[in-house]
């Protein structure tokens, strides 16, 4: 069967004007420009069958925002090429616009001074929707994401939540068969994105979209995504299942300790690895699966203040796939 | 049918939201009354002292005023709070929510916001048009006004068009802020018959920034004989002048999409 999306080689890459500092530097440049060229995606390749929920993670300023930016065809490929449902998104034909929906994180596209309720029949028409469809996938959506009460209140007078889910709606009102979503939890509490991401995989497991989730949050992708992309500048990482990185990469968690006098580092090597240690805080890194033992241990044998557990973090799990990579 | 139906949508939503607020509808109407009102005193001053001004006499130049006022009306009714939102988009990289969905670009951020309120301008610059025909001796026919009416609709399309490609800059040159202004001031010329300019103003102001030929060919409609070649002219340039905006659009975002 076909991939949905296929990409192969794909680069993008951007020329900076590069100016030195001060008053001569820009006089300077005024005469003679000199450009450096920022690889923000070089050389990728990946495939995605129908109804998959892919993951693609990595810092800031990967290149992944730029990658679901050439797929929903607002930017040209320096080289290489992407298709999605067969179609070349550059293109931006409309047959394909109606079968594909982008969704970035914080970006308001909803009426602000209207109830997100006109926005909506805005959109409908726009994709040209059939009342039938729209009607059911609208009440449908409304309510999986329980926001009947707010339809018919303006945009601006809706708490950020609220808003987020009028968003979801009207970008998901034409049934797309592919979603983007970049950083879509971003700026939103833990518990709304909680909610958020129950609210996908509902979504995904319903309709059998196929998505490409963008994230530099770990929990965004472990909750939706089996498979995941990482990508660090511009390359690919890693490709494949999510559960197999964890297993090796992600097998610790860390265990921060704060404590009322001062301990010898001596004593923390029994419980685990010693990552950071400063006479009064010290960090442990410690076996996923030997964390509640530990953690009790220590604090039972140490003068413990404060204790914080918490994740491997991505950029650690993508250094290490670097050194393995080399 | 679908470009209707969205505009059906953007005027619905234009009246929902300026109507939720009487108060600020109340102000325009009383704005705008006195604002007409001084500009049609200061000229009735004037020609006090003259009989013509460069030919047009003073009925003929209620006329102009009115239809200037018209088209004026015309423009900050439809276009104006587009092209406000059309600046900040092109600036700020905001138009990726509109590409990626199947509609004209050009057609929403060119018309997706409406000054409902303005209507008030177009009904006293009517009346003035109105004021200024009954104090000739000329009889209109129905396709005189027809013709009238049909030359309104391209002075719009050319202001249109003129202010567009000046919003268009901005791809290019992100702080072209002043060649826009200055677009906005030149605007205002259109006010004057086009018997003022001479020489290069007037090749200019013909062709390059069709000014001329906006108020004063359709005004001139109703009071003198304009002839078929000029009104062949204007129509042409004004088609030229709306496709030009469709091409520069489309190169404009070319450009926008491969930053």
Known sequence: MNPIID??????????????????????????????????????????????????????????????????????????????????????????????????????????????????????????????????????????????????????????????KCELIAALLHSPKVLFLDEPTIGLDVVMQKKIREFFKEYNRRFKTTVILTSHYMDDVKELCKRIIMINKGKIVYDGDLKEIIKKYASNKYITLVFLKEVNQSDLKKFGKVMEFEPLKATLSVARKNIPQVASDVLKKLPVDDLDISEAKLDDIIRQLFEIKK | MKYLKLYKIFIKNSFIR??????????????????????????????????TIVGWTWSETLLLIGTFYIVDGIIFTLFYWNFLKLKEYIKKQKLDGILTKPVSSQFVMSTQEIQASMYIQFIVAIVVVILGLSQTEIRVDLMHIGLYLFFLACASIIAYTVWFLSMCSLFWIPSAENIIQ?????????????????GVFKIIFTFIIPLALMVTIPSQILTQEVSHVTLIITFLITVLLFILTKVVWSIGLKRYTNQ
């Open chain 2, 18 to 51: 300026e109507f939720s607020d009487p108060l600020n509808i109340i102000i325009s109407h009383i704005a705008v009354l006195l604002w007409m009102s001084s500009i049609v005193i200061l000229y009735k001053v004037i020609f006090t002292h003259l009989d």
């Open chain 1, 7 to 164: 990409v192969k080689h794909l680069s993008k890459y951007y020329k900076q004007h590069k100016k030195e500092p001060g008053l001569k530097g820009s006089i300077k440049a005024l005469f003679k420009r000199k450009y450096k060229t920022i690889k923000a995606v070089d050389n990728i390749s990946f495939t995605i069958n129908e109804g998959e929920m892919v993951g693609f993670i990595g810092p800031n300023g990967a290149g992944k925002t730029t990658t679901l930016k050439v797929l929903s065809g607002l930017l040209y490929p320096t080289s290489g090429m992407a298709t999605v449902l067969g179609y070349t998104p550059h293109r931006r034909q409309s047959e394909y616009q109606k079968q594909f929906s982008l969704v970035m994180g914080q970006k308001n596209q909803l009426w602000w001074d209207l109830p997100a309720l006109e926005s909506f029949i805005l959109n409908k028409e726009i994709y040209e929707v059939p009342q039938e469809q729209y009607d059911k996938t609208v009440n449908e959506l409304t309510e999986l994401l329980d926001v009947k009460e707010v339809l018919k209140v303006q945009v601006r007078k809706l708490s950020l939540g609220q808003r987020m």
């Open chain 2, 182 to 198: 200055f677009f906005e001031e030149i605007f205002n010329f259109a006010v004057y018959p086009s018997q003022i300019y001479s």
